[in-house]
């Protein structure tokens, strides 16, 4: 085992005596990524880079699990945040910043015309159902994609273990999830309209909602978001766009916003308030109204570091006009790890939407792909490169993170197609392979 991190390896193992797993996102894992040579504790944060607890730097190519757009520490959302908090941050009474918040959703979102706020994605993909299920009297849910821990998603689970295969990473066990609940939730796989018709057809009349991400790395296919949606409305189905993920880098908008298809229901989080948890359901209002008859209700989500972030943040997405220098960004960063895929002669393509870009391994073999994913992450951390092989991009990464990045890329793809060609890979892994990330139909 590597002794780049000891202090972060020591915390670890005393973390795993005392919380269960060792930390508490699954993404956060280290065996996500290069076990051992990867950081596993953060000290610090400033603009694109991390520190870990052993005097590392590193451009975090992760951006905070996707939750930081502006970049660690943005001194304008982090001051905004500062002066609310000498003001206060929770009260027994409302506060207008709710109102103000919701306005600004309103204005932005194209599926908004009513708000609820949570503080996470996965609770407020929790929350959506619900307001879903009372809202049409229904009880059952399709779905496609990734959409948090709670028990109405996991209950796939129940009806069939590898139901969530696809939508998360295999081998999710259902534990501790009601049996009652199975059959309530079920999936279907992304961008095939006639799978999705049929599973509609075959429980016309108890379907709740259809929740799905839009688009994840991946264009969706031409036609498809449309297709859902009037596949729903036909059915009178609530078509939920989970956009945890996908929102604001995208387009500031969403990608509803980017493809044209308005959603009756929208989930929102991560990313909405530059690393301050914040989370929030915004709808139609026929859809949403009747929540406020619904008993869903807690203290934290209106605390006013929330609300202030994630309105700061918004501002500072439109003023700053992130989604487009996301998109320039990134363009040029496939282009630059191309040619250095084609100069080192690996064979390997930096693909996928531009906000979100990945290597794409040209080799069928999963053993292989392993290893490959696994030596590209390890070698690019000790050459100061934080991440998977792929890339969520914010706006305090620029030309000083691009040239170390692809730097250090065109050493690491030399030495991966070196071990390729010499029989050598194996020899050259320090770590265990990287476990499975999300396994989602959503590309």
């Known amino acids: 085992m590597s002794t780049r991190v000891p202090r972060s390896n020591e915390r670890y193992r005393r973390a795993l005596e005392l919380i269960p797993g060792g930390t508490q996102l699954v993404s956060r894992r280290p065996t996500r990524y290069a076990n051992g040579v990867s950081p596993i504790f953060a000290a610090r944060g400033k603009g694109a880079r991390i520190w870990d607890i052993d005097g590392n730097e590193y451009i975090d190519w992760v951006s905070g699990i996707a939750a930081i757009i502006l970049g660690y520490c943005d001194p304008v959302v982090d001051e905004a945040v500062r002066e609310q908090m000498s003001h206060g941050t929770m009260f027994s009474i409302n506060h207008e910043l ?21 503080k996470c994605g996965g609770e407020a993909c929790a929350m959506a159902v619900r307001i879903a299920r009372g809202a049409t009297g229904r009880d059952k849910i399709l779905f496609c994609g990734y959409h948090g821990w709670h028990d109405w998603y996991l209950a796939a689970n129940l009806a069939a273990d590898a139901n969530l295969n696809a939508h ?18 079920l999936p279907f796989p992304f961008g095939d309209l006639a799978a999705l018709g049929n599973l509609l057809d075959e429980h016309r009349g108890e379907v709740a909602a259809v929740i799905m991400e839009p688009m994840r790395s991946e264009e969706p296919p031409p036609g498809y978001l449309a297709g859902v949606a009037a596949l729903c409305r036909e059915r009178s189905v609530a078509l939920i766009f989970d956009e945890v993920s996908s929102g604001w880098r995208i387009h500031l908008g969403g990608v509803q916003a980017h493809t044209g298809v308005t959603p009756d229901m929208t989930v929102l989080a991560k990313a909405i308030s530059n690393g301050y948890p914040m989370g929030a359901v915004v709808g139609r209002r026929w859809v949403m109204e009747p929540a406020g008859q619904m008993f869903i209700s807690s203290t934290y989500w209106s ?72 030596l590209y992450i390890q070698e690019m951390a000790k050459r100061g490169c934080h991440g998977y092989a792929s890339f969520y991009l914010n706006a305090a990464q620029g030309s000083a993170e691009l040239e170390q990045t692809v730097a250090a890329a065109h ?32 590309r």
């Open 98 to 118: 709710e109102i103000e918040l919701a306005e600004e959703l309103v204005q932005t979102i194209p599926s908004a015309e009513m708000v609820r706020y949570a």
């Open 303 to 374: 605390d006013t570091i929330g609300l202030r972030a994630a309105l700061t943040t918004i501002r500072e997405l439109r003023r700053r006009n992130v989604s487009a220098q996301l998109h320039q960004f990134g363009a040029e960063l496939q282009r630059r790890l191309n040619a250095a895929a084609t100069a080192t002669g690996l064979n390997v393509r930096c693909g996928g939407v531009a906000i979100h870009p990945g290597l794409q391994f040209g080799t069928s073999d999963a053993a292989l792909k392993s290893k490959l994913t696994t």
């Open 168 to 185: 998360l990473f295999p081998g999710i066990e259902p534990i501790g999830v009601p049996r009652a609940l199975a059959g309530t939730a």
């Open 411 to 442: 050493e690491v793809f030399a030495l991966m197609q070196q071990g390729i060609e010499t029989g050598t890979l194996d020899s050259l892994l320090e770590c265990d392979l990287t476990q499975d990330a999300f396994r989602r139909l959503v």
